[in-house]
């Protein structure tokens, strides 16, 4: 049966039990919201939903122009976080922000929050209306391993001191990624993880989980592999999983324990145990050297070129 032959006959009984016609509107935009704007059946060869029935988000799965008209509605607005130290600034920051721009939750309020260890090396860059810059200068730290985890803590802070008082949702980005696609209202969720382009299609046995049991972040087994480049949800959550994290990553220094994945690692063990709302699928970060396209047939975000040896020397 057709989702929408579901929304009639929801607008039927609403309407026979005496909802006056705006507050018939709203109900039905949160259920659509909810379930209704995503057609599970449109994508059969892929997985769709979890086992606990959140969405797996692909292309030709949702009506973007819905799910746009649902957050304009309730004046969604969105503050994105990326981190650009040392060497990452001058490789992926320019690109970056520059595509986000093209991109990322278009028609919504977004504030880019920038950390960085040289403010003054952060790029003009042209932003639409409702659209703003807030550049936060970190420490810098000699080892990227110690970059990669204190994320947590730095994310946590600048929640609970100014974007919970600004925006209802949160996402964090690794800087080196560039926007091809749309990357819209439909990613906006409760909590939300991304699927890992590289083990999506993998048997879980083969999954990179910390494996360690002195470690917080050992699994043993889990549902999905997620990647670290990409999650977010409503502040509260995100707040929630960082602080989880940041906790995690503190106890195992104390033990002398650094997790296989390090902060990636402590993410996947808080999604296993605090399910998320929403997964997007590896459209939403694609590295373009998998051969197996398949499924994918969109790239909203690609892995930039990665210079290892470069840019975490020195």
């Known amino acids: 049966v057709p989702d929408v032959y579901y929304i009639t006959y929801i607008q039927v009984i609403i309407f026979f039990c005496g909802f006056s016609k705006v507050r018939l ?10 379930f209704f704007f995503i057609s599970f059946r449109a994508r059969p060869l892929v997985q769709t939903f979890t086992s606990w029935k ?21 004046n969604s607005s969105v503050a994105l976080t990326v981190f650009a130290v040392g060497r990452y600034l001058d490789a992926y920051l320019k690109t970056f922000l520059t595509s986000a721009e093209q991109h990322f939750m278009l028609g919504l309020p977004v504030t880019y929050y920038v950390f960085t260890d040289s403010p003054e090396k952060v790029p003009n860059i042209t932003l639409a209306s409702r659209r703003n810059i807030n550049i936060v200068q970190v420490e810098k730290h000699t080892r990227w391993q110690d970059i990669s985890m204190m994320r947590m803590r730095t994310i946590s802070e600048t929640i609970e001191s100014e974007i919970r008082h600004k925006f209802h949702y949160v996402f964090c980005f690794d ?56 999650f977010g949800g409503l502040w509260q959550n995100v707040k929630h999983l960082v602080d989880a994290c940041y906790l995690g990553i503190i106890e195992d220094k104390l033990n002398n324990v650094e997790a296989l994945w ?20 590896p459209e939403y970060c694609w ?28």
């Open 54 to 74: 959140a969405p797996i988000i692909w292309e030709e799965m949702f009506d973007s122009i819905l799910y746009d008209q649902g957050h304009t509605d309730k």
């Open 287 to 314: 590295d373009q050297s998998i051969w197996d396209k398949r499924d994918i047939l969109i790239t909203r975000l690609v892995w930039a070129p990665k210079h290892y040896e470069t840019l975490r020397s020195g």
């Open 25 to 34: 509107n709203k109900l039905i935009l949160t259920v659509c919201q909810h």
């Open 262 to 281: 390090h902060d990636e690692s402590h993410l996947n063990k808080y999604f296993w145990i605090h399910k998320p709302s929403k997964l997007l699928s």
């Open 175 to 230: 800087v080196d990624q560039e926007f091809k696609g749309r990357f819209g209202s439909e990613a906006l969720g409760d909590s939300v993880a991304l699927l890992h382009a590289h083990y999506y299609k993998l048997p879980k046995a083969q999954f990179t989980y910390d494996r360690n049991p002195k470690s917080k972040a050992f699994m043993e087994t889990g549902d999905f592999y997620y990647h670290a480049a990409i």
